[in-house]
């Protein structure tokens, strides 16, 4: 592929990643009161993004490969990325894009990878919080999985969560984290309406 071939591609996915996610960021609203929670799963080819969305929608697992960027719309609004856009550096651009739909980004790596595809301080590419998850814990032993740590760790993740997409094992506790999180957002969702009407209310007394 030439360079301008390359280029034209990641014009397309990029163009393609808006629609999915309704347009252009610069229009997106900010979170109104009562809106679900959305996350964006990021991460390599096979790191289990797909099964986790599955599992915390509580759907029975199938493997599919993400082509494209897909919007799950359930209990939790979830944004699925294919994995190319991780591993390929001319996708980056497009992940930002997306990362402007999203209210908590969530970077996968697998226990089973002896290597990682998430560079130091990856994390500060995003205005958004991110937190990060190592799956398939039930295959890997415990110095994997604190091998995956640390690349979450070192991406710039202080916040991670161990994770088996077949066993469920620590997919409570990420589910109260979630749960938690969404709680604060509508709660600062609430003040800012709030304090909207408040100032509504005010400009219409001066009137």
Do not use: W
Not at 38 to 58: D, E, P, W, Y
Not at 64 to 71: F, L
Not at 122 to 127: A, C, G, H, L, V
Not at 140 to 146: D, G, T
């Amino acid at each position: 592929m030439t360079g301008a071939e390359a280029g034209k591609q990641a014009e397309n996915q990029e163009e393609s990643m808006r629609e999915a996610v309704s347009g252009d960021p610069s229009e997106k609203k900010p979170k109104q009161d009562g809106e679900k929670l959305r996350l964006m799963f990021v991460g390599k080819i096979a790191a289990g993004k797909t099964s986790l969305c599955q599992r915390l929608n509580h759907e029975e697992l199938t493997y599919r490969k993400t082509q494209t960027v897909q919007v799950l719309a359930n209990d939790i609004n979830m944004i699925d990325t294919p994995g190319e856009y991780l591993e390929r550096r001319m996708f980056r651009g497009p992940l930002m894009v997306t990362a402007m739909n999203a209210d908590l980004i969530l970077l996968v790596q697998s226990a089973l990878d002896e290597q990682t595809m998430f560079p130091p301080q990856f994390t500060t590419m995003f205005p958004k919080p991110c937190i990060g998850i190592v799956t398939k814990i039930d295959k890997a032993e415990n110095r994997k999985i604190e091998i995956a740590e640390k690349y979450l760790e070192y991406a710039g993740v202080e916040t991670s969560f161990r994770v088996s997409n077949v066993t469920e094992e620590g997919i409570p506790e990420l589910y109260r984290y979630l749960e938690a999180f969404e709680e604060k957002l509508q709660t600062a969702a609430g003040e800012a309406s709030e304090k909207k009407v408040g100032n509504e209310a005010e400009s219409t007394q001066e009137i």
